[in-house]
């Protein structure tokens, strides 16, 4: 599914003080008089990056700020990233902060720049139209605003090319490709100088509570996912719609909303594709991070799939091919294990997989999790592991060749809801 940004349209829930969809672009750039001060409220708002991890930003700042200051290449200064190499091909979020919204995003690096005393600061993405109006945002403001100096660094499109070690190697000149860890960013990145890597929507959250305050900032979502987030939704053969919901919104609502009923909804891809399958259990849930985890799923970058009519199992062997054709190449385990899932996906779609084949791949989304550079193999695991749990029924249907969705024509994308071009 591709569309242009002419296509898609943006919504705030009803109930929802929009922050980032309707919050004006005109630059404010207030003064930050004590760092100290803004790092302790950033704290006590709870703000979690929106990248897909859901880590607190308050603590990769103080990592960063207190690494920058323990001495060797550390004492020449932190280095502060704007993350918008929105990989996920679900996900429409980051593109457009940086295309509509571009002084938020700038406002937001240089609050995070301030904090952790980073002399050098990038915007790293791989979309032209949001390089061009990051580009066109800084030509209007006087280098002085900023406090720091704020390049551009633009890359070729990847679902890896977003990981934060293959920002930083991409910034040093490398590949756009994720390196071993440890060391870690925070401890050394760029230059090797400790370096904060934050998704673009995480920054133009800060000027929000530097504005407002945290208690402002928690005055919607939930204790644990504090405000409001930018959702992707695509699917249930809908045009896609970003939205900006609290957390904690429950997932009917967000059907209602999108004008989709509970009756036609077989599940959901969570995540973008990274969470893998909950199944019609999705009705039941609300939006945060915490719920989500507890049904061993995740809400990540905030991008959603609604199933209809599409059979999972062909929407898991896309997904599989995907991830096949996107991983790095590096790792003998993503490079082998993405393609020998992919194939049994391959294989049950199209009525020929047996019961060894299964028992295959569901020891493959078990013992291949967490044994790539990144995240490509865990995302690939996640869906394996998820579609045998979640569809079981789908799964017989297709070893017995008696899938009636798929005889007639199964689900096939090269690039499964890929929300822009």
Aim: charged fraction near 20%.
């Amino acid at each position: 599914m591709e569309y242009t940004d002419t296509a898609f349209r943006t919504v705030a829930w009803s109930g929802c003080a929009p922050r980032l969809l309707t919050d004006s672009d005109a630059p404010e750039y207030r003064p930050v008089l004590d760092t100290d001060q803004l790092l302790r409220e950033i704290e006590a708002s709870g703000l979690v990056g929106r990248g897909g991890a859901a880590f607190p930003l308050g603590v990769k700042l103080r990592a960063v700020r207190d690494n920058g200051r323990s001495g060797g290449l550390a004492a020449k200064g932190a280095v502060v990233v704007a993350n918008g190499e929105e990989g996920e091909p679900a996900s429409v979020k980051d593109r457009w902060l940086l295309r509509n919204r571009p002084h938020l995003v700038l406002d937001g690096l240089r609050l995070a720049a301030a904090i952790v005393g980073a002399q050098r600061a990038y915007v790293y993405v791989s979309d032209r139209d949001s390089a061009r109006s990051v580009e066109g945002a800084l030509g209007d403001l006087d280098p002085d605003i900023l406090g720091v100096a704020v390049e551009l660094r633009t890359v070729e499109p990847g679902y890896v090319a977003g990981e934060e070690t293959a920002a930083v190697r991409a910034i040093d000149g490398g590949p756009a490709k994720p390196t071993d860890k440890p060391p870690r960013p925070f401890e050394a990145g760029v230059g090797g100088r400790p370096t904060l890597v934050s998704n673009v929507e995480t920054l133009a959250n800060v000027p929000y509570v530097q504005r407002r305050g945290a208690a402002a900032f928690r005055s919607q979502g939930t204790v644990h996912s504090p405000g409001t987030f930018l959702a992707t939704i695509t699917g249930a053969n809908r045009a896609p719609v970003l939205y900006e919901l609290p957390h904690g919104l429950p997932f009917t609502e967000l059907l209602s909303l999108h004008g989709v009923s509970s009756e036609q909804v077989r599940g959901a891809l969570m995540g973008g594709y990274f969470a893998g399958f909950l199944n019609r259990r999705v009705l039941d849930t609300t939006l945060d991070h915490e719920t989500m985890r507890g049904l061993g799923s995740g809400l990540g970058c905030g991008a959603i799939t609604v199933i209809t009519d599409e059979c999972p199992v062909a929407v898991a062997a896309s997904v599989l091919a995907y991830f096949d054709r996107e991983n790095a190449g590096q790792c003998g385990s993503c490079f082998n294990g993405t393609a020998a899932m992919a194939a049994v996906a391959a294989a049950l779609r199209d009525f020929v997989a047996t019961q060894e084949d299964l028992g295959r791949l569901r020891r493959w989304s078990v013992v291949l999790r967490g044994r790539g550079a990144c995240a490509t193999l865990d995302a690939a695991t996640n869906v394996a592991a998820t579609l045998l749990d979640q569809f079981p029924d789908e799964v017989d249907r297709h070893l017995g060749g008696t899938c009636v969705d798929c005889t007639r024509g199964a689900f096939r994308a090269d690039r499964p809801y890929q929300a822009v071009s």
